[in-house]
């Protein structure tokens, strides 16, 4: 069974800095990895996915990596702003399963 | 670019009572999917449909049932309402790609639907 954690729960850095969000999934066996973002009470925006086959996809200051055999993934945000304030969850699509499977996410704060 | 389209975006019902959510994919996308997030909670996978026909299951009570109709928009029926059903409700779209090995596109979620039980 496919297991995702996240880590940290909580996080809070200043405005301006670089951060790394660490995502890691007990069965390497997957099609994809997605990234989401969620604002409290709000949907879930897909930010970027990652096909098995690849090491990394970029997309303007979000830059996420893949490494299957370690069963981790990073989300890297460059110059971090307030609006990135939000909870930050990836999700695995494995196979055999036909659905995703989240990790708990990652709460980040951005002090401006 | 059109979106995954949920209706009603909140509704409240009483214990024991019946509620049904619409799910509305992005048009040609033939996969949609059903997730539960409780408070505080991650997602849930609950069901997912392909081309019409059920393609997986998860944690869903015998309570909910889904299908996906022939316009390929899904409903999701929860009779015998319970309070812990008080959760947001997404449902995703996705188109099934194939290339040698199958592997399924980005899921696009909708705004989801907050049901609260009383």
């Known amino acids: 069974k496919q297991e995702v954690t996240q880590i940290p729960a909580a996080l809070s850095v200043p405005e301006g800095e670089n951060l790394v969000l660490n995502c890691s999934f007990t069965d390497s066996a997957i099609y994809n990895l997605q990234w989401f973002r969620q604002d409290p009470g709000k949907g879930l925006t897909s930010l970027l996915l990652i096909q098995s086959s690849q090491r990394e996809q970029t997309s303007g200051r979000l830059n996420a990596s893949l490494d299957k055999s370690s069963g981790r993934s990073t989300l890297y945000i460059a110059a971090s702003q307030p609006g990135d304030s939000a909870t930050y969850l990836c999700?695995?699509?494995?196979?055999?399963?036909?659905?995703?499977?989240f990790g708990t996410g990652t709460r980040l704060t951005i002090i401006p | 670019a059109a979106g995954v389209i949920q209706s009603p975006r909140h509704l409240i019902k009483e214990k024991r009572e019946t509620a049904t959510l619409k799910c509305y994919p992005i048009?040609?996308?033939?996969?949609v999917y059903w997730y539960q997030q409780g408070p505080g909670q991650d997602p849930q996978f609950l069901i997912s449909?392909?081309?019409?026909?059920?393609?997986d299951k998860g944690s869903i009570p015998d309570r909910f049932s889904a299908q996906q109709f022939s316009d390929y928009h899904s409903e999701l029926n929860m009779s015998s309402l319970e309070l812990g059903d008080s959760a947001l409700y997404f449902c995703?779209?996705?188109?099934?790609?194939?290339?040698?090995?199958?592997?399924?596109?980005?899921?696009?979620f909708g705004p989801g639907t907050r049901l609260t039980v009383l």
């Open positions: 449909f392909y081309e019409k026909m059920q393609s």
């Open positions: 999700a695995v699509f494995s196979f055999g399963n036909e659905k995703l499977t």
């Open positions: 995703a779209s996705s188109l099934l790609t194939s290339g040698g090995a199958e592997f399924t596109d980005t899921q696009y």
């Open positions: 048009p040609r996308h033939d996969t």
